[in-house]
């Protein structure tokens, strides 16, 4: 495996993306990868190390290539637009430069967490008209598939507390409620959160899986009956270790759910039926 950190994006709105990059199969000729560009939560304050390389390894474990991206914060707001078009940039320099990169520019799936799954949302509502704002032909924006995470959604649905948070995310940029932008060019949707998440609602996933089905997008809504905001693999090796909180030694066993565990290989199989990964792997 090959790790690269570069700047890319457009020329004002640079961004640094982090390319994780599968060494080659001794025995095959030169292999193609779906590409996975990564946006992890951190309610626009970091970026979660849980949702980053860890998350990025297990693609990689599938053969996919992956770039995460470190998208505007609110420690420079407003977060909108700036963070839509850093993605475009991201995305339109993988689309172009397939070749180097050794991806498939017709497989990529664009996957968010929590504040990065508002950004990923909103990017899949968006991108024909970012597009035309940003004078790029629209297929250099396209997207293949989107995986969300407990996202935020809806920026009237509970998350953010207060105004000023909201005001440093939106700015004057109106079109932050990603349930009410969906179209039919919104690309396949794989979406999962739990019912008792209790820092997103479950209602943010549930009114855009309404959206998207009533656009007739495929989808894929998965909501778990309980475990907390964050969970992210749902397993030991991403719950939080006593020395986080010894005061409340058992709060990390929150974050162990072995029936939510399965999100990732569900994802997967829901990719396989997409993309025909069979047949991509096997027609190289």
């Known amino acids: 495996m090959k790790v690269s950190k570069f700047t890319c994006g457009l020329p004002d709105y640079p961004v640094t993306v982090t390319f994780y990059q599968p060494a080659a199969i001794a025995d095959f000729p030169s292999q193609r990868r779906p590409l996975v560009i990564l946006l992890p939560g951190g309610g626009y304050e970091f970026y979660s190390d849980r949702e980053g390389e860890i998350m990025a390894l297990q693609y990689l474990a599938q053969g996919f290539a992956v770039?995460?991206?470190a998208y505007q914060l609110r420690?420079?707001?407003p977060v909108l637009p700036t963070a839509l078009y850093q993605v475009a940039g991201v995305v339109q320099e993988f689309r172009q430069h397939a070749l180097r990169y050794q991806i498939s520019a017709d497989h990529i799936l664009l996957v968010g967490f929590s504040a990065g799954g508002h950004v990923a949302a909103l990017y899949a509502d968006l991108w024909p008209r970012?597009?035309?704002t940003l004078k790029i032909p629209a297929m250099c924006l396209a997207v293949s598939?989107?995986?969300l995470g407990y996202p935020v959604i809806g920026l009237r649905l509970g998350w953010p507390p207060t105004s000023a948070v909201r005001?440093?995310?939106t700015g004057d940029w109106r079109e932050h409620?990603?349930?009410k932008l969906v179209t039919p060019q919104n690309p396949p949707t794989f979406i999962w959160t739990t019912a008792d998440d209790e820092l997103i609602?479950?209602?943010n996933t549930r009114r855009y899986a309404k959206a998207l089905q009533q656009q007739r997008i495929p989808t894929d809504v998965v909501i778990y009956p309980h475990g907390p905001h964050g969970l992210s693999l749902a397993r030991a090796v991403t719950a939080f270790p006593v020395s986080f909180e010894p005061s409340n030694p058992a709060f990390g066993e929150r974050f162990i759910r072995p029936d939510v565990a399965g999100w990732f290989d569900r994802q997967i199989r829901w990719l396989d039926n997409l993309w025909d990964l069979k047949r991509f792997?096997?027609?190289q």
């Open 67 to 69: 770039a995460i991206v």
């Open 75 to 77: 420690d420079q707001p």
């Open 130 to 132: 970012l597009a035309y």
């Open 145 to 147: 598939a989107l995986t």
């Open 167 to 169: 005001r440093s995310i």
């Open 177 to 179: 409620e990603a349930d």
């Open 201 to 203: 609602a479950a209602e």
């Open 281 to 283: 792997w096997r027609q």
